[in-house]
């Protein structure tokens, strides 16, 4: 499940209130144990996830980077050549 949490930081443009809610949600998920939480565990659940959210979009407002910012594109190309390469997924088709 974590391997959905991405990288967050130092990107252009800055990462989304939508990418900031999945990553806090795929956490949730991962600590939890589970991907749907029952009836009971609903409201903890949903409010651990505005919660974890929260915090993160602060971290990172906060956090300075000295590297400037990555290409979201140019990142996912290369992380899409690194699973090729390793056989995790085949080429795409020409």
């Known amino acids: ?9 130092n990107f252009e ?3 989304s209130s939508e990418e900031v809610h999945a990553a806090a949600l795929q956490y949730v998920r991962k600590i939890s144990g589970t991907t749907k939480p029952s009836k009971a565990n609903q409201e903890a659940f949903d409010r651990a996830v505005h919660e974890i959210a ?13 590297a400037p910012p990555k290409n979201r594109e140019v990142e996912a190309a290369k992380a899409r050549e690194r699973a090729i390469k390793s056989g995790r997924y085949a080429a795409p088709a020409a």
């Open 54 to 66: 929260h915090i993160t979009q602060h971290l990172l407002d906060d956090l300075v980077a000295v």
């Open 13 to 15: 443009p800055a990462a």
């Open 1 to 9: 499940m974590c391997r959905n949490i991405h990288t967050l930081h």
